[in-house]
Nanobody
Framework: QVQLVESGGGSVQAGGSLRLSCAASGYTSSPYCMAWLRQAPGKEREGVAS???????TYADFVKGRFTISQDNAKNTVYLQMNNLKPDDTAMYYCAATSTLLGSPFNPTQYDYWGQGTQVTVSS
């Protein structure tokens, strides 16, 4: 049974930083792609950043230059370093994983497994 467990959310002021972690377990081999997606109240879930097993990363335009996704394959953990946070970044952040990727890494339907989410709140 694959499980994804997020941690690291919290409340910060605008301009602050947070680091999210997502620990994956239950995989017999490393997932092909892992990603962070977020969902704010009343809005659709949207992709933030993704990383493939080869280390190649993709970022949504609204986080480029501020967020960095990375992975530690030995620990089966993916991180999201978030700097210069803005109130618009307030959302529930979810980790997701898939063994195959047939389309955009920011399409939620691409992912087979999801974490429970971790809340990020940024105040002005």
């Amino acid at each position: 049974q694959v499980q994804l467990v997020e941690s690291g959310g919290g409340s910060v002021q605008a301009g602050g930083s947070l680091r999210l972690s997502c620990a994956a377990s239950g995989y017999t081999s490393s997932p092909y792609c892992m990603a962070w997606l977020r969902q704010a109240p009343g809005k659709e879930r949207e992709g933030v950043a993704s990383i493939k097993s080869d280390g190649s990363a993709t970022y949504a335009d609204f986080v480029k230059g501020r967020f960095t996704i990375s992975q530690d394959n030995a620990k089966n953990t993916v991180y999201l370093q978030m700097n210069n946070l803005k109130p618009d970044d307030t959302a529930m952040y979810y980790c997701a994983a898939t063994s195959t990727l047939l389309g955009s890494p920011f399409n939620p339907t691409q992912y087979d497994y999801w974490g429970q989410g971790t809340q990020v709140t940024v105040s002005s």
